[in-house]
């Protein structure tokens, strides 16, 4: 199974940005998909899931609002709509999947994961 992020560049703060996540697995459907950041700073941070099936999402405070995720399951495509972008939301972001998964916040219950897309948020 591969994930490969795509979406990421340079943008102003206040402006939006959608990212996707485009999974090589047939059984897109079975997977959790969830969506991360990571800075050098201050590590791997989850922003947002989708549990298997698309029944179900979860975000994390700090985005919510303000990020949403969704799932087009004929694309095998997760994406995350990210809105009124500010500099502190610059990261490598990374797509995750879990099989049979609920979407948890936890990284380490992802098996799969993307090489991630830099995102940038200058003034």
């Known amino acids: 199974v591969q994930l490969i992020e795509s979406g990421g560049g340079m943008v102003q703060a206040g402006s939006s940005l959608r990212l996707s996540c485009t999974v090589s697995?047939?059984?897109?459907?079975?997977?959790?998909l969830a969506w991360f950041r990571q800075t050098p700073e201050m590590g791997r941070h989850f922003l947002a899931a989708s549990a298997w099936g698309g029944t179900n999402t979860t975000y994390a405070d700090s985005v919510k609002g303000r990020f949403t995720i969704s799932r087009d399951n004929t694309k095998r495509t997760v994406f995350l709509d990210m809105d009124s972008l500010n500099e502190e939301d610059t990261a490598v972001y990374l797509c995750?999947?879990?099989?049979w998964g609920q979407g948890t916040p936890d990284p380490g219950a992802y098996e799969r994961w993307g090489p991630g897309t830099q995102v940038t948020v200058v003034s």
């Open positions: 995750a999947g879990d099989l």
């Open positions: 697995e047939l059984s897109f459907n079975r997977y959790a």
